[in-house]
């Protein structure tokens, strides 16, 4: 299936734009950060496939590798199909990632989740706030080399 | 800091600055009582009517993404019963099911405790949909239903609690097996419990759901169209209510579902409109119906074709250390309240994950509650949160 997708992807779009990873029983296919969105648009649109529901969104670090990736499932209401989508971004200074909270309504909250535990800047997300944790906290508590503070407004959070 | 990590604060506190003279910010939560936990709702109010509605998240989040970053599989279990505390057995199945599946034995495990973990599960999420009936009844300002459904769970709860030890937090179901087989008597006990349900939960029907006050408090409340459900990624009771026959397990079949009948309950717009809140209230009650079935097929398999055997181990295929290659996986399960999924990244020559990130279909649920609640009055929006049947153990993880 995934197979299929990408040959339909490669005729829509430059044949660079993705590729099929082979990790485990679930095969992923790779997009190119330039064209997620437009590409995120035509798997929903595309009467063949028809991606609507968006379930899950995980930002993962591979530090000391100096790479985020997120991870994105989809799956299709209508013909019964699961898809994993993948955006790898470099570790240096804001990584930027387009968002897809205007394909998917329900990206909206799962983007604010991995910006706020993982740092991660969604370009055109309508309001990108800390969610989980509050507004006032430092650094991004997912990424490998996360630092516990020493106290959280004078609180003293360690023994 | 980077200043665009900021922006987004920034702007939130900017359009708070521009409510009008006429509206009012009310906070709901995070000690009110129909919010289901501490969640705090942020309303933007013109007199009676919600204008909009800003959820604040996190006052129980207990960091399981991070938690789970740091011990092996078979320590992370106890940690997925605390995810969606009132279903902590089909938590564990889920994530026991991706373990399995990444190492290959999923198909080697024996039927009686495929059935036995079935059986527990079913069990698990009559007790969840109770609350979430009784719950909702007290919402609307119906005493009695609450009473009678936290009297009726109580016999699920014991019934656990004999089976794993523990009341709510069970730790039953472990990669490769169980914990301990079913205590002896337990299905005869059991029969027992569904031949004293079955009548209870008629009567609980007849209380509730023709009942002229609650149809008014509910019928046309909080329409949610199947499009928009489908967006926000809605699933479970939620998705069904609105119309659409999806539940995981016919779609994947896992487990021993595929060997057993159940039909599927979906939103009729009996009372209203389709996807109003009292068919998210029906749809919960219809599924207890199917999950009583299921049950009963269970057993009956659990007495003749998987009778006990003195020399059964339900051990026998747990792994002493779980030893993956490096791959990547997104599991899912039809929770009580919607697809829940677990999503690993193994690493190679450890037993610790790269990452594990916990899907939570009451996270997903509750961030459609501002689409539904703009424009009605508060007292609806009370009915509306409590037909989604959040859990903020699941939202806040």
Excluded at chain 1, 109 to 138: N, S, T, V
Excluded at chain 2, 310 to 328: G, H
């Amino acid at each position: 299936m995934i197979e299929r997708i990408k040959k339909d992807l490669d005729l829509k779009f430059e044949a660079m734009a993705s590729e099929v990873v082979e990790c485990g029983i679930q095969a992923t296919l790779m997009i190119k950060k330039e064209v997620f969105c437009e590409v995120c648009f035509w798997l929903r649109d595309h009467p063949s496939y028809y991606f609507d529901f968006l379930a899950n969104v995980t930002a993962v670090d591979y530090f000391p590798e100096p790479k985020f990736a997120v991870v994105y499932h989809l799956t299709s209401i209508p013909f019964q199909l699961q898809l994993t989508l993948r955006v790898e971004v470099a570790r240096d200074g804001v990584p930027e990632v387009p968002s897809v909270s205007s394909v998917w309504r329900t990206a909206d909250w799962h983007e604010r989740e991995a910006f706020d535990l993982m740092g991660i800047y969604f370009d055109g997300h309508p309001d990108l706030r800390r969610i989980l944790l509050p507004d006032d906290w430092e650094g991004f508590p997912l990424r490998k080399d996360y630092e516990d503070p020493e106290s959280y407004r004078g609180i003293p959070v360690k023994i | 800091m980077h200043t665009k990590y900021n922006q987004g604060y920034l702007q939130y506190l900017e359009r708070m600055k521009q409510i009008g003279s006429t509206e009012m910010v009310i906070n709901m939560g995070p000690q009110h009582p129909s919010t289901h936990g501490v969640l705090r709702l942020e309303l933007i109010t013109d007199g009676e009517v919600v204008r909009d509605i800003i959820p604040h998240l996190g006052y129980l989040h207990r960091c399981f993404d991070k938690h789970a970053e740091s011990m092996n599989y078979g320590k992370t279990i106890p940690f997925t019963d605390r995810l969606d505390y009132l279903a902590s057995m089909n938590n564990s199945h889920a994530f026991v099911m991706g373990v399995e599946r990444m190492l290959g034995i999923e198909h080697k495990i024996p039927k009686r405790i495929e059935y036995i973990r079935v059986l527990v599960c079913e069990l698990n999420r009559i007790a969840s949909h109770l609350i979430a009936i009784g719950t909702y009844g007290i919402d609307i300002g119906a005493f009695t239903p609450f009473m009678w459904c936290f009297r009726d769970r109580e016999h699920i709860m014991n019934l656990l609690e004999w089976a794993s030890g523990s009341r709510m937090l069970y730790n039953y179901i472990w990669v490769g097996g169980l914990f301990y087989d079913l205590p002896v008597g337990f299905e005869e006990r059991c029969q027992e419990f569904v031949q004293y349900f079955k009548p209870k939960l008629v009567e609980l029907d007849d209380l509730l759901s023709t009942n002229q006050i609650f149809i008014s408090r509910t019928a046309n409340i909080g329409v949610l169209p199947a499009d928009v459900a489908v967006n926000y990624g809605c699933s479970g009771p939620m998705l069904r209510a609105s119309g659409i026959k999806w539940d995981l397990r016919r779609i994947d079949g896992y487990s021993v579902y595929p060997e057993l009948d159940f039909e599927i309950p979906i939103g009729k717009g009996e009372a209203g409109t389709v996807g109003d809140s009292w068919d998210r209230y029906k749809v919960r009650v219809d599924e207890i119906h199917e999950s009583v079935k299921i049950i009963e097929q269970c057993l009956a398999r659990l007495l003749s074709d998987f009778a006990r055997l003195p020399d059964f181990d339900p051990r026998a295929l747990v792994p002493k250390k779980v030893n993956l290659k490096a791959q990547n996986y997104y599991v899912r399960a039809e929770n009580p309240k919607g697809e829940l999924g677990f999503y690993f990244e193994t690493q190679e020559k450890t037993d610790i994950p790269r990452r594990l990130k916990a899907r939570g279909p009451s996270f997903n649920n509750l961030s459609v509650l501002p689409e539904l609640g703009r424009g009605v009055l508060i007292a609806d929006l009370i009915a509306i949160l409590g037909s989604i049947d959040i859990v903020l153990g699941e939202v806040d993880r």
